[in-house]
């Protein structure tokens, strides 16, 4: 399973879906049964768009669940991948990994069944005080994200102890989830009463929503396809959409470096550095950008230069990272 980001391959080059799945059970039977089972119940929630043409909070009823159940999917099989990387010689590791995988199963086991939940009910599942029942139920999804980022944590330090026969795909794997741990901590920011809410409180109004995914704008406005992101205010999603996905692209972006010949570890293991710190600044302004309650497709003076001054220093340090090399082939 060490061998390819995507799992085993046959001798024509082509990836092995049965085999990567069975490395993946081996690894962590339940916890590859929920990724699988995740994906399944996704299908049915997209056909739930097309099915029921209910509308809450401005979006399709059913598309929360299914951008839930396609994050999940892509989660937990990566989490099961990553796992199969600790050294299982030591006790502790592998019940710590263990109880990792124990941690995410319940966890998602609990959030799919509260936002399904809340769709049955016409309601939202996130930022819902309306009733006794709706504020348990954002509790109880909070309790159980909060418990899940503290598995996070276990899992880096499992993967800091390791040892690979790669140090750049070693790297890549840790920084990803370093950055998702971040990422993750990031949708905290939405559970915050906005200033509006909190006017609303003081003159009287009694308390139905705490929290919000807008910022400058009520949520449920006007929204980019498919994702649902405000094009009219700043939307905090936007970050931790890009944090909770480093777990990918991070550590493929290893696994790529890793593969190229002509790059020694001296080379690429900086890249892969170069990369992930790019990745967090990035991450890290488009929450800024959404603080400020602008939309993603309407960057000011500011954010665009801040994005270009990212760029311009990733890939002056790239070009400085890979300057020995190009010298000796100079010569």
Same mark, same amino acid.
Request: no cysteine; proline share 5%.
């Given at each position: 399973?060490?061998?390819?980001?995507?799992?085993?391959? $046959?001798?024509?080059?082509?990836? $092995?879906?049965?085999g990567?799945?069975?490395?993946?059970?081996?690894?962590? #039977?339940?916890?590859?049964?929920?990724?699988?089972?995740? *994906?399944? =119940?996704?299908l049915?929630?997209? #056909?739930?768009i /097309?099915? &029921?043409g +209910?509308?809450?909070?401005? !979006?399709?009823?059913?598309l929360?669940?299914?951008?839930?159940g396609?994050s999940?999917?892509?989660?937990?099989?990566?989490?099961t991948?990553?796992? *199969?990387?600790? $050294?299982r010689?030591?006790?502790?590791?592998?019940?710590?990994a #263990?109880?990792v %995988?124990?941690?995410?199963v319940?966890?998602?086991a609990?959030?799919?069944? #509260?936002?399904?939940?809340?769709?049955?009910r016409?309601?939202?599942?996130?930022?819902?005080a309306a009733?006794?029942?709706d504020a348990?139920?954002v509790?109880?999804?909070?309790i159980?994200?909060?418990v899940?980022w503290? %598995?996070?944590?276990?899992?880096?330090?499992?993967l800091?102890?390791?040892?690979f026969?790669?140090?750049? /795909?070693?790297w890549?794997?840790?920084?990803?989830?370093?950055?998702t741990?971040? @990422?993750m901590?990031?949708?905290?920011l939405?559970? $915050?009463p906005?200033?509006?809410?909190l006017a609303s409180?003081?003159?009287?109004?009694?308390?139905?929503?705490?929290?919000?995914?807008s910022? @400058?704008?009520? &949520?449920?406005?006007?929204g980019?396809?498919?994702?649902?992101?405000s094009?009219e205010?700043? &939307?905090?999603?936007?970050?931790h /959409?890009?944090?909770?996905?480093a777990?990918?692209v991070?550590?493929?972006?290893?696994?790529?470096l890793?593969?190229? +010949? +002509?790059l020694?570890p001296a080379?690429?293991?900086?890249?892969?550095?170069i990369?992930?710190?790019a990745y967090?600044?990035i991450?890290? =302004?488009l929450?800024?950008?959404a603080?400020r309650?602008?939309?993603?497709?309407?960057? &000011? !003076?500011?954010t665009?230069?801040?994005?270009?001054?990212?760029?311009?220093? !990733?890939?002056?340090?790239?070009l400085? !990272? =890979?300057r020995?090399?190009?010298?000796?082939q100079? *010569?």
């Amino acid at each position: 399973m060490a061998t390819s980001i995507l799992g085993p391959r $046959d001798p024509l080059g082509r990836v $092995d879906i049965v085999g990567a799945i069975r490395s993946l059970w081996r690894v962590h #039977a339940p916890l590859t049964l929920t990724g699988l089972l995740m *994906g399944v =119940l996704t299908l049915f929630f997209i #056909a739930g768009i /097309f099915v &029921d043409g +209910r509308v809450i909070t401005g !979006a399709p009823a059913w598309l929360k669940p299914t951008k839930f159940g396609i994050s999940i999917t892509l989660y937990t099989l990566t989490l099961t991948w990553m796992l *199969g990387f600790v $050294d299982r010689s030591s006790k502790w590791k592998r019940r710590a990994a #263990a109880a990792v %995988a124990w941690v995410a199963v319940v966890t998602f086991a609990i959030e799919m069944t #509260a936002i399904v939940t809340q769709v049955v009910r016409g309601t939202t599942s996130h930022f819902n005080a309306a009733t006794p029942f709706d504020a348990t139920v954002v509790a109880t999804m909070g309790i159980t994200i909060l418990v899940l980022w503290v %598995a996070n944590f276990v899992t880096a330090i499992l993967l800091l102890a390791q040892r690979f026969e790669s140090r750049t /795909f070693g790297w890549g794997l840790r920084l990803g989830l370093l950055l998702t741990i971040v @990422g993750m901590g990031l949708g905290f920011l939405m559970t $915050d009463p906005t200033a509006q809410q909190l006017a609303s409180w003081q003159g009287g109004e009694p308390i139905t929503v705490i929290g919000a995914h807008s910022v @400058g704008v009520p &949520d449920g406005g006007e929204g980019m396809p498919v994702t649902g992101w405000s094009t009219e205010g700043g &939307d905090l999603r936007i970050g931790h /959409f890009v944090g909770m996905h480093a777990l990918q692209v991070v550590p493929f972006v290893g696994w790529f470096l890793s593969r190229r +010949r +002509r790059l020694s570890p001296a080379r690429s293991v900086p890249l892969t550095w170069i990369f992930a710190a790019a990745y967090a600044a990035i991450m890290l =302004l488009l929450t800024w950008q959404a603080l400020r309650a602008q939309p993603l497709v309407a960057p &000011d !003076a500011v954010t665009a230069g801040a994005f270009l001054s990212i760029v311009l220093l !990733a890939g002056s340090a790239s070009l400085i !990272a =890979l300057r020995p090399r190009l010298r000796r082939q100079a *010569g």
